[in-house]
């Protein structure tokens, strides 16, 4: 089974970067037509969607992140990128990878990456 592996988490002072990567476990798994997005957890809180991108590049964001959440994708590297820019406090929690495959709307989830941003 095809497994998201995410990386790039750790502990940030506020107003710091990091970039957050979700690779797939075998190269080629990933369809150019699925769409792919990151969600975060913070510690008692429901997941949220935080970046989606889907085929053609489009975009979306939750509020709280639009003008310093970038999400991209390479195809060819069956990886997908979160840039996140003027990290706040709020922004913490755990970052999970999520693939929704076009051909069935399938679902898949990666294991998840700790982001700590301190005050």
């Known amino acids: 089974q095809v497994q998201l592996v995410e990386s790039g988490g750790g502990l940030v002072q506020a107003g710091g970067s990091l970039r957050l990567s979700c690779a797939a476990s075998?190269?080629?798994?990933?369809?150019?037509?699925?769409?792919m997005g990151w969600y975060r957890q913070a510690p008692e809180k429901q997941r949220e969607l935080v970046a989606g991108i889907i085929s053609g590049g489009f975009t979306n964001y939750a509020d709280s992140v639009k003008g310093r959440f970038t999400i991209s994708r390479d195809n060819a590297k069956n990886t997908v990128y979160l840039q996140m820019n003027s990290l706040k406090p709020e922004d913490t929690g755990v970052y999970y990878c999520n693939r929704r495959t076009y051909y069935n709307g399938r679902e898949f989830w990666g294991q998840g990456t700790l982001v700590t941003v301190s005050s």
């Open positions: 075998e190269p080629g798994s990933i369809s150019p037509m699925d769409a």
